[in-house]
């Protein structure tokens, strides 16, 4: 086993013992490290990763980014090649971590694509509620919208976490966090709907009897499936923005900021750990604010 496979290994089996990281998580952290492999290869004559200096590094930090890699992907890559070098210092192949000093680049934070309420209207307006399915879409569309869930809260969601009569739903988010989101009579009704009128004709696999949102066959529908569901009815509805079922989550905190929600509430209600990551929506509230002013002011007509 040549040296740069023997840390493959080893670095895996930390993340994976030791740190508990998923799957996804450490296919992540192994494909960054073979970026830096590859640099070795090319530029250092092959030599090993416990021989990288940091000025080395800081040049490695140029060549990803002259590759033409995104901010966001360069400052995941560095974040990788620091846990990375803090594992073999952790393991005494080394005695201080040549990436410690490491700056990652600034990143922009983008204002997330939205929908108003007349373009999610018009895309709910395309089910076809004589369908089997259709039901199930319409009601699983108003609930993402409504309590502005992640794809995969919502295709985890279970009749145990319901609270119909109290208006919440008991949401399982990142970590395994447990959330109470407060659930409108129009999402809930379409719940109640979609419960009597598609699900209680199913035949459902006893492992699966909890899960709300259920396939023909019986089964969870999957992540992708939902982004298939909201990319046709966008086609449909002539919508030309960039969907995905997160752009839901981001119209459901966009209009609530503008509506003059507090900020604090609508970070409980999205679960976000940090207020920062939720300010981003005054961002938007302010560009919404900016671009009605500029447009209807008469100093900006010509």
């Not at 799957?23 to 290869?41: P, R, V």
């Not at 890559?77 to 846990?83: A, L, R, V, Y």
Request: positive net charge; glycine residues 4%.
């Amino acid at each position: 086993m040549s040296g740069w496979q023997s840390l493959y290994t080893r670095f895996k089996q930390y993340l994976q013992l030791e740190r508990s990281f998923s799957k996804n998580s450490i296919d992540a952290y192994l494909t960054d490290l073979t970026k830096l492999q590859q640099y070795s290869e090319l530029y250092l004559n092959k030599q090993s990763a416990q021989q990288f200096t940091y000025l080395q590094l800081q040049n490695f930090v140029e060549w990803i980014a002259e590759i033409g890699f995104s901010s966001t992907t360069q400052a995941r890559i560095i974040s990788g090649i620091k846990t990375f070098y803090k594992f073999l210092v952790l393991e005494n192949d080394l005695k201080d971590s040549p990436a410690e000093l490491l700056e990652t680049p600034k990143l922009k934070r983008k204002l997330p694509v939205f929908l108003t309420v007349e373009e999610i209207d018009a895309m709910l307006a395309q089910i076809d509620r004589s369908q089997p399915e259709g039901e199930r879409n319409l009601s699983m569309l108003e609930t993402l919208y409504s309590c502005g869930l992640r794809v995969t809260e919502l295709v985890t969601l279970k009749l145990s976490d319901l609270n119909l009569k109290e208006e919440y739903l008991k949401v399982t988010g990142k970590g395994n966090k447990q959330r109470l989101v407060p659930i409108g009579k129009r999402a809930i009704n379409l719940i109640e709907n979609y419960i009597q009128q598609h699900r209680s004709k199913l035949s459902i696999q006893k492992q699966h009897l909890d899960f709300l949102y259920l396939n023909r066959r019986g089964k969870p529908l999957s992540r992708v499936m939902i982004f298939y569901i909201i990319k046709d009815l966008a086609t449909k509805a002539g919508i030309k923005k960039v969907l995905s079922p997160h752009t839901f989550r981001h119209s459901f905190a966009t209009h609530l900021v503008e509506g003059g929600a507090d900020l604090r509430a609508v970070q409980e209600m999205l679960g976000h750990e940090s207020i920062t990551t939720t300010e981003i929506y005054t961002h938007l509230d302010t560009q919404f604010l900016r671009e009605n002013i500029l447009s209807y002011h008469p100093r900006n007509k010509f």
